[in-house]
């Protein structure tokens, strides 16, 4: 199992930006696939963005394509999430994931977590 710890998060005013980290430890990243999600107050948490372990392939929500842009470096065991023209509707806690094997947008399919990492836009 891997480990995750989130950074990065704090407030923004809307329209600016923010990159999350997420640093793993443990087993090799690179078989990992790496995924995003965010719990907004009283909302279920909810998909972001995924990579997989290679970084080949890459998944959006639809309400954060063109906004966000999550990668990789697998030497440092980091994934990112780079989040531009930030709305007060992205304020949320913000969790990466890790899933051996093939990524996927499902948050049920991944098993390990981070703590999460407070994002909040303000209007």
């Known amino acids: 199992q891997v480990q995750l710890v989130e950074s990065g998060g704090g407030l923004v005013q809307a329209g600016g930006s923010l990159r999350l980290s997420c640093a793993a430890s443990g087993r090799t990243f690179s078989i990992y696939g790496m995924g995003w999600f965010r719990q907004a107050p009283g909302k279920e948490r909810d998909f972001v963005a995924a990579i997989s372990g290679g970084g080949g392939t890459i998944y959006y929500a639809d309400s954060v394509k063109g906004r966000f842009t999550i990668s990789r470096d697998n030497v440092k065991k980091t994934v990112y999430l780079q989040m531009n023209s930030l709305k007060p509707e992205d304020t949320a806690v913000y969790y990466c994931?890790?899933?051996?094997?093939?990524?996927?947008?499902?948050?049920?399919?991944?098993?390990?977590w981070g703590q999460g990492t407070q994002v909040t836009v303000s209007s």
């Open positions: 994931a890790a899933r051996a094997g093939i990524v996927t947008m499902t948050q049920g399919d991944f098993g390990s």
